[in-house]
């Protein structure tokens, strides 16, 4: 099945390795990173594939680059022969050297915390993310990192259309999705998820922000989140700080109760759910620490392996979690739910919409005065006490 996807989509690996090399030829500025690279359109890619699998991609570049204040534009036309035995350096070339879309608009707020996405091919749920991030709170101060599983030219396309922050885009060097045979990766698909999430991590934190000391907050493709989500992100991660400084992260929400108090309630459990995480470098160190048995436990999921990790004293059990959620898993498509459509229907659409003006009520519209008269409880509601496991 791996060869039939690869055949089907050898085209999108072609657009996606034609804009690999021509970040890494064609100069580019990235703040990030810190190189020095003017700006570059692309209007014209076209490929063929022979019969030895050798992909031959040609290039009309439009490069406009600033010098004394003058603007100067040149065509260049560029031919490039890339075999799938190499494609896995590409993929390193195009993480290292992609630049930051909107880097030029938007400027990064001296408090933001990044949003990390992981996708697959599930582009009407990244669609519907993407649709809802539009009109989030503060969305424009803060950087989108979003890492790819697999090349779907849909899901380029959706990011594509994102122009109201910055958005740096990374891709699983060692997807088996990406590489098929040739990736080293192990033969069940369900452990790949798994494996993208611990590279992910260690690419952010090591090798693309290496200096970033704040929080991050990670979220997947099948997720939607509140309209403040982001700056309630923020304020909970100030309060995680001082109110559980030994907390091992804040979350958007618990896991099987999505909604079970009022916008500005807070209370620690010991749900090691991923679906709106957010911890800092200091939290990750540890986290790192336990990347051995994170990588050895033998299970799939990520939440699952996070409290084994946790239940053998690898991280700190409590977390601190917002009562009612600013973050949803809508999925029902993949490789936990069985329908055939990833289309969102109109009444989730709808219903979360509800949901959304609840919180508006909650709040009220005055930005300055949210989080600053908080509640906050040891235990859930349902909770008996610290060492309850079960839901009810």
């Not at 600053?372 to 409880?377: E, I, K, R």
Request: hydrophobic share 35%; glycine share 4%.
């Amino acid at each position: 099945m791996v060869e039939i996807r690869k055949k089907k989509e050898v085209w999108i690996a072609a657009f996606v390795l034609s804009c690999i090399l021509v970040w890494v030829f064609v100069p580019k500025n990235d703040p990030i990173l810190g190189s020095t690279r003017p700006p570059v359109d692309i209007y014209q890619i076209t490929f063929s594939q022979d019969e030895s699998e050798t992909i031959h991609i040609d290039t009309d570049i439009n490069a406009q680059g600033i010098k004394d204040s003058s603007t100067q534009s040149t065509h260049e036309k560029k031919h490039f022969e890339i075999n799938w035995d190499t494609l896995a350096d590409h993929l390193d070339e195009f993480n290292r050297d992609s630049p930051i879309k909107n880097a030029e608009k938007f400027q990064l707020a001296s408090s933001y915390i990044p949003i990390v996405v992981r996708v697959f091919d599930r582009h009407e749920y990244l669609q519907y993310f993407i649709d809802n991030l539009r009109h989030t709170i503060g969305i424009s101060e803060t950087l989108l990192i979003i890492s790819h599983d697999s090349l779907c030219k849909e899901v380029f396309e959706v990011i594509d259309s994102i122009d109201f922050m910055q958005v740096k885009q990374l891709i699983h060097p060692y997807s088996k999705n990406i590489l098929g045979d040739k990736s080293q990766i192990g033969e069940n698909p369900k452990t790949r998820p798994k494996h993208h999430f611990w590279w992910m991590l260690n690419y952010i934190w090591d090798v693309l922000l290496p200096e970033f000391n704040g929080d991050i907050v990670l979220l997947e493709e099948d997720h939607v989140q509140t309209w403040d989500f982001y700056m309630t992100s923020k304020r909970v991660a100030e309060i995680r700080n001082k109110i559980c400084p030994n907390c091992w992260n804040a979350k958007l929400i618990q896991h099987g109760k999505p909604s079970i108090g009022r916008a500005e309630e807070l209370f620690l459990s010991i749900d090691q759910g991923n679906v709106g995480m957010i911890f800092d470098r200091p939290r990750w160190e540890i986290f790192k620490k336990a990347g051995r048995e994170f990588c050895n436990f033998n299970d799939y999921n990520v939440d699952w392996t996070m409290t084994h990790l946790a239940g053998v004293n690898l991280l700190e059990r409590k977390s601190l979690t917002i009562s009612k959620a600013r973050s949803f898993d809508v999925g029902k498509c993949g490789m936990h739910a069985h329908s055939s459509s990833c289309e969102i229907p109109e009444e989730t659409k709808q219903s979360f919409a509800n949901y959304n003006k609840q919180i508006l009520d909650q709040l009220g519209s005055d930005v300055n005065k949210w989080w600053t008269d908080y509640s906050f409880s040891l235990t859930a509601t349902g909770y008996k006490d610290w060492n309850h496991r079960g839901w009810g």
